[in-house]
């Protein structure tokens, strides 16, 4: 089923030209690690050396991020063309050492559809007349009419399993193959960072080629500080290709486990070695911090005590008629990881809070498409040594433990008859598509849908997990490596493409291998419960 799909007609959207490789350049010396230039540097004016980013763009809004070196009032322009002929200024934040120097500026009252060029100017707070070099970017906001359609990609597991920034083979090339789709949003389904796992200089693969990895001291021990976090994040900032599609794609990001620590829950005391803070709660209270911090999500605000966020991360994005994304958190709520035998679990991997939300949220989404965006996948078994971690835990019988929440999402789904649901996740580094369906599970009363895998975008590969038949999930298709922690010099990274047509309403899943390859493609029809 291998086979080649072109890109995008350039009439589709504008593509920036020279502001882009000039804000790419100015970023970090056009290479993967770079320095100011000389005559900025010794004028002490503020610079955006980490490029910007756009983040929860919906049809009349969207939010813009920066970081400086040092203290600095942020100040956005937008325009309707990249010559910025005309603009509208939007004042920011003053950026200082409470967020790390990082802000972000909410954009409103934007017009529907339409190509936005923006350039982010950070001003000196005691003489406004002191700026830095200008960064640009652009982003595409929602369509507020059906006919225009809606086209983005997802994907997750960045930096993973040792495997960081090498500089020998471009860095992380998959966020290059990205831009160049020109999608117009991107959804990251979770562990943006690894924040327990340290870089090695070098590593010798099986095969006697070794791998270089860019290194910084955050990265050389695991995340306990707030300092240490936010060094995780500014890491993959790094990368000329991350600035680049990030000045150009805007993102809507959630968390899943590494971003504090492998396989956490709340309430969780570790356990080892290399952790002198035990206690996960506070690792995790650091850890969404500098996520806050480095991530624009219109829920979530970073405290100025340094010490929390104030927000949540579960969010709906509504992107026009065709499409709403229900960015799901499934760490924040969870209960502890055990083997999954629980008759009655009314806490589960969302919490009732959440679940109650999400059923609330689903019923008054007039969307036709309804994209719920998972961390963790549904049906299959990701064990924690004795423990469950995801959701499905081997037992083919009726639901137990962490399933009986989603038998009562899925029991709710078909009951109200809510249309055009279908599931979005990564976590488990390789690509498959399952269907789900009553004639094959052990619990019936739910309608088929489909579940879309996709990852890693720049970490390890692994072999396939195993499914679980209490919801019927039959394995369409699946690319994995057979052995554990492939190297993406051994295995591709993927990432997962949706195209919602505008005039008929079809959604098309693409699953996509780095390199320009479509392994799998899968057309469902508009306004069904269930496909």
């Known amino acids: 089923m291998s086979h080649s799909v072109p890109g995008p007609a350039p009439a589709r959207r504008s593509v920036l030209r020279g502001s882009l490789a000039a804000s790419s350049a100015l970023a970090l010396g056009g290479g993967i690690v770079g320095s100011a230039a000389p005559a900025l540097a010794l004028s002490g004016r503020p610079r955006a050396a980490w490029g910007v980013q756009t983040g929860d763009v919906t049809a009349s809004s969207g939010l813009v991020w920066v970081r400086s070196d040092r203290p600095a009032r942020m100040i956005v322009e937008t325009s309707a063309s990249e010559s910025f002929r005309r603009t509208h200024r939007h004042y920011g934040p003053l950026l200082g050492?409470?967020?790390d120097f990082?802000?972000?500026?909410?954009?409103?009252?934007?017009?529907?559809?339409?190509q936005i060029h923006y350039r982010v100017t950070l001003a000196d707070p005691d003489d406004?007349?002191?700026?830095?070099?200008?960064?640009?970017?652009?982003?595409?906001?929602?369509?507020?009419?059906r006919r225009d359609g809606v086209r983005f990609l997802w994907s997750g597991d960045i930096a993973g399993q040792g495997w960081g920034i090498n500089p020998d083979i471009g860095g992380f090339r998959a966020f290059e193959e990205m831009r160049r789709l020109n999608p117009d949003f991107f959804l990251c389904s979770g562990d943006t960072i690894y924040a327990d796992g340290p870089l090695q200089p070098s590593v010798t693969l099986p095969d006697g080629r070794t791998w270089r990895n860019v290194t910084t001291p955050e990265k050389a021990k695991v995340a306990e500080t707030l300092a240490e976090y936010r060094g995780q994040f500014r890491y993959n900032l790094l990368d000329h290709n991350v600035r680049a599609f990030n000045a150009q794609v805007p993102s809507i990001v959630q968390w899943d486990d590494h971003e504090v620590r492998n396989n956490w829950y709340p309430g969780q005391i570790l356990d080892d070695a290399r952790y002198t803070e035990k206690n996960v709660d506070v690792l995790a209270a650091r850890a969404s911090r500098a996520f806050a911090e480095y991530?624009?999500?219109?829920?979530?605000?970073?405290?100025?005590?340094?010490?929390?966020t104030e927000g949540r991360m579960h969010r709906v994005v509504r992107y026009g008629p065709l499409l709403d994304v229900f960015v799901l958190d499934m760490r924040s709520y969870r209960n502890?990881?055990?083997?999954?035998?629980?008759?009655?679990?009314?806490?589960?991997?969302l919490g009732a809070e959440q679940l109650a939300w999400l059923k609330r949220e689903l019923s008054r989404s007039r969307a036709v498409w309804k994209v719920l965006a998972a961390d963790m996948p549904l049906g299959l078994v990701v064990p924690d040594g004795t423990n469950i971690e995801a959701i499905a835990q081997g037992d083919p019988g009726a639901p137990l433990g962490r399933e009986l929440q989603i038998a009562e999402l899925l029991r709710f789904v078909?009951?109200?008859?809510?249309?055009?649901?279908?599931?979005?996740?990564?976590?488990?580094h390789y690509t498959s598509a399952q269907h789900y369906a009553p004639e094959r599970a052990a619990f019936k009363d739910f309608a088929p849908f489909w579940e879309f895998v996709s990852g890693p975008l720049a970490a390890g590969g692994f072999p396939a997990n195993a499914l679980d038949a209490t919801f019927g999930p039959e394995r369409v298709f699946v690319r994995a490596p057979e052995r554990a922690n492939l190297s993406p010099m051994e295995s591709p990274q993927?990432?997962?493409?949706?195209?919602?047509?505008?005039?008929?309403?079809?959604?098309?899943?693409?699953?996509?291998?780095?390199?320009?390859?479509?392994?799998f493609s899968r057309v469902?029809?508009?306004?069904?419960?269930?496909q």
């Open 102 to 114: 990082t802000g972000t500026t909410a954009l409103r009252g934007l017009p529907a559809g339409e």
């Open 295 to 308: 991530f624009p999500v219109s829920t979530l605000h970073a405290r100025g005590d340094g010490l929390s």
């Open 414 to 428: 078909k009951h109200r008859r809510i249309t055009g649901t279908l599931w979005l996740t990564a976590d488990v």
């Open 336 to 349: 502890a990881n055990s083997p999954g035998r629980q008759a009655d679990d009314t806490e589960g991997i």
């Open 128 to 145: 406004p007349r002191r700026t830095g070099e200008r960064v640009v970017g652009t982003f595409r906001t929602a369509p507020d009419r």
């Open 494 to 519: 993927y990432f997962g493409e949706v195209d919602i047509d505008g005039g008929s309403g079809e959604l098309t899943v693409r699953l996509r291998a780095e390199g320009g390859t479509v392994l």
């Open 97 to 99: 050492p409470g967020s």
């Open 524 to 530: 469902l029809q508009p306004g069904r419960v269930g």
